[in-house]
């Protein structure tokens, strides 16, 4: 048996007002979430009021977007009961998603390697690979949430989140094939 895979978005834009950011960083990761069997979450994204429950979300972006055939796959998916969102964690991620990798082209600590996720999901162990959104990512002190962090290549090279993702997800997928 294998364990479920979560891409977790991590809100770093504005905190305070739904952007356009959030809406194409939404749109985009659905598919990809669709694609590879995951489940997709976000952490501190300001949702329209509202807009309350995951579904309602979804077909508020859906409407709004050409993105992932205008939306589809992202109310798909939230129908399918694979898209949650959280506030951001103040010490913690939701344990219900699995063991959290940072995603980072800047590793400090307990680095894992793309093939020990995919060996340790075959096993039936989660993970949540978290990708914080916005010019700067996740700071240290965010970072530090992660029991593990992630930079795929290994060469420390900076990638924009959207690429990052959709390597990331590639990656794992493959290794759990």
């Known amino acids: 048996?294998?364990?479920?895979i979560s891409i977790g978005l991590f809100n770093t834009y504005d905190r305070s007002k739904f952007r356009e950011a959030?809406?194409?960083?939404?749109?985009r990761a659905a598919p990809l979430a669709m694609a590879f069997d995951f489940n997709l979450v976000t952490f501190g994204f300001p949702f329209p009021e509202d807009e309350r429950t995951p579904l309602e979300i979804a077909r508020f972006v859906a409407d709004s977007t050409s993105i992932g055939s205008g939306g589809k796959?992202?109310?798909?998916?939230?129908?399918?009961?694979r898209f949650h969102?959280?506030?951001l964690p103040k010490s913690g991620f939701p344990p219900q998603f699995g063991t959290v990798v940072i995603t980072t082209s800047r590793p400090e600590m307990r680095e894992i390697r793309v093939e020990e996720i995919g060996e340790r999901s075959l096993s039936?162990?989660?993970?949540?690979?978290?990708f914080g959104l916005g010019p700067h990512g996740m700071n240290r002190k965010e970072k530090r949430l992660g029991k593990y962090h992630l930079d795929l290549i290994g060469k420390g090279i900076s990638m924009e989140t959207c690429t990052a993702m959709g390597s990331?997800?590639?990656?794992v997928w493959k290794s759990v094939r």
């Open 1 to 4: 048996m294998s364990g479920r």
């Open 22 to 27: 959030h809406r194409r960083a939404l749109a």
């Open 73 to 81: 796959y992202f109310v798909e998916l939230a129908e399918a009961g």
């Open 85 to 87: 969102y959280f506030e």
């Open 124 to 130: 039936g162990e989660s993970f949540l690979l978290v």
């Open 168 to 171: 990331v997800s590639a990656a």
